[in-house]
């Protein structure tokens, strides 16, 4: 069990997707956060009180959160003495990186030495049977995207609280390492062998209550050559009944990559309906998500407008609109 309350650590970023884990927990559950630590250089903020580790420490700190999600998953070796500090002031360390913080012999010494603990929560450590298909009680809804953090994550907790509100039975089912944070449960499912992608989903979403719904945080893109693999193997291992579509405005390529143009919605709502058909014929695209930050909020409505006549499907930002008219639709 993670110890709150959290030091989030932003290091020295400068690219605000980057650092979608601190934001995600600041956002998502603020109350567990005692502050952000940022070195020179750092342009980004998970608005958090800014603060140094002793000071933090003073104020209860009981945990120090690598804040970021770099491309790569990588720990970078200038980092393990604000990390090393953190372990001298009494302080977990949490880590949501491909790397792990257990390979770093000079860490696990300290943190030994110090009665600390290194948590890599990307790392599960179940073990997991391959994908069936069969057909599972209850109901569930996946997030599915155009590209990469384009707002899989915060569209789900946002349908889990409108759900709720809404007296549905509802439950979040977190597939990141920034989701297992704000959960305190669920499975980095990037880093379960490929064969067991989708036995690791039906894992995370059980049989249930007729009544109610998994909301299944949805990975990668079935269109980005890196990471549709994990995509396909959540749709058929989720067996949605419902999904919802997730895009950013403004990209001119995939993340990560160059000339490498986002797909239409018409198209990755075609690829995903085929894709998670397998498991489910009768599922259904419920709504559309659309990030509108890097236009104005007039622009934002009428974009949202338009496209919403064109597919015939609610489709809102959800940090602007909420996502009641997609509930609704469910």
């Avoid at 020295?12 to 980057?18: G, H, I, M, Y």
């Avoid at 489709?315 to 509930?327: A, E, N, T």
Wanted: charged share 20%; aromatic share 4%; glycine share 10%.
């Amino acid at each position: 069990m993670l110890q709150a309350p959290y030091l989030v650590f932003l290091g020295d970023a400068t690219d605000p997707l980057s650092i979608k884990m601190a934001k995600g927990v600041a956002t998502w559950k603020p109350e567990l956060c005692v502050g952000q630590y940022r070195l020179d250089g750092c342009t980004e903020s998970a608005n958090l009180p800014d603060m140094s580790i002793a000071e933090a420490a003073e104020k209860g700190a009981k945990t120090f959160v690598l804040g970021f999600a770099n491309s790569g998953g990588k720990i970078d070796e200038s980092w393990l003495p604000y990390i090393k500090e953190a372990i001298e002031n009494g302080m977990d360390i949490v880590s949501g990186l491909h790397d792990k913080l257990t390979d770093f012999q000079e860490l696990v010494a300290l943190s030994s030495q110090h009665h600390c603990k290194l948590i890599d929560i990307r790392h599960p450590t179940e073990k997991f049977a391959t994908g069936t298909g069969y057909k599972r009680s209850g109901k569930r809804l996946l997030t599915v995207g155009t590209d990469c953090s384009v707002g899989k994550m915060y569209t789900s907790l946002a349908l889990e609280s409108a759900m709720r509100e809404n007296g549905i039975n509802v439950d979040f089912r977190a597939t990141g390492q920034c989701g297992v944070l704000i959960a305190g449960k669920g499975l980095a499912i990037d880093c379960v062998v490929a064969d067991f992608i989708s036995g690791a989903a039906e894992t995370l979403s059980p049989n249930n209550t007729a009544d109610h719904w998994d909301i299944i945080e949805g990975q990668g893109s079935l269109s980005h050559p890196a990471f549709a693999g994990v995509s396909l193997g959540l749709l058929h291992g989720s067996q949605p009944d419902a999904l919802v579509i997730c895009h950013a405005l403004g990209r001119s390529s995939m993340r990560g990559l160059t000339d490498r143009p986002l797909p239409t919605l018409k198209h990755t709502i075609e690829l995903n309906l085929a894709a998670a058909s397998i498991t489910n014929p009768a599922v259904k695209v419920a709504g559309i998500t659309i990030n509108t930050s890097s236009v104005s909020e007039q622009q934002a409505n009428e974009i949202c407008r338009n496209l919403s006549q064109e597919l015939g499907l609610p489709v809102v930002d959800p940090l602007r609109h909420g996502v009641q008219s997609i509930v609704d639709n469910l």
